[in-house]
């Protein structure tokens, strides 16, 4: 059974994340960020026991016409009986409700989303803005994922403003000078 997130769920779906992040197969997420983000999540619940967790996945809205499927894990011994898929679909029905066009996935399981209705495209094709959390990532720019994109031809493009180039100072991350204990953003 598929179902929307709470937040009771979300040290079961972390360890389920993490786990996966373990293996080099998608970002760690901290519980603060899973917190934050809980209502981005969809997880499937063992029908008899709706309190626990088999798989999760989240949906983050980029732009007007994109939406990102995130942080899709399934526990290993719930895999291959089409929860992924379940999870997957729920995303694209909560894309559909939200009037959004394009779905995208960064991932290694090409097969997978194929089955799905994804197809491979440029990543050059994908807005700046999705790269924002590869700073985050040991990979960065030696990143190996394929980028996927499945489009819901029933709804209408957005002729929504671009997304403006991000500001320089985007790209500095604020250090602790060694010693001194202060910030070099405080003074
Ligand atoms: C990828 C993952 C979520 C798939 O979940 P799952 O529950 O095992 O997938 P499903 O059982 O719903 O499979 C759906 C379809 O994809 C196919 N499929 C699933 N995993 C596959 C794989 N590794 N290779 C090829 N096909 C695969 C299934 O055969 C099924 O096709 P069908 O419906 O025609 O029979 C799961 O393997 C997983 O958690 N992997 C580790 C984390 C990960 O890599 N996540 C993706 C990050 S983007």
Known sequence: MIRRAVVSDVPAFAKIINDCA???????RSMAFLYEHVRDFFVSVAPDDPAKIQGVCGLSVVWANLAEVYS??????FRRQGLGRQLVESCVEEARLLGIRKL???????PFFESLGF???DRQQLPLKVWSECMRCPKNQ???????????PEIPEQ????????????YIVPVVLRNSGKSPLSS
């Open 22 to 28: 373990e293996y080099g197969l998608m970002l760690h």
């Open 104 to 110: 995208m996935a960064l991932t290694y399981e090409k």
């Open 159 to 170: 002729f929504a403003p671009q997304a403006p180039p991000p500001a320089l100072d985007a």
């Open 119 to 121: 197809s491979v495209v």
């Open 72 to 77: 899709l894990a399934v526990a290993p011994e």
């Open 142 to 152: 030696a990143c190996d994922e394929i980028a996927m994109i499945r489009v819901l």
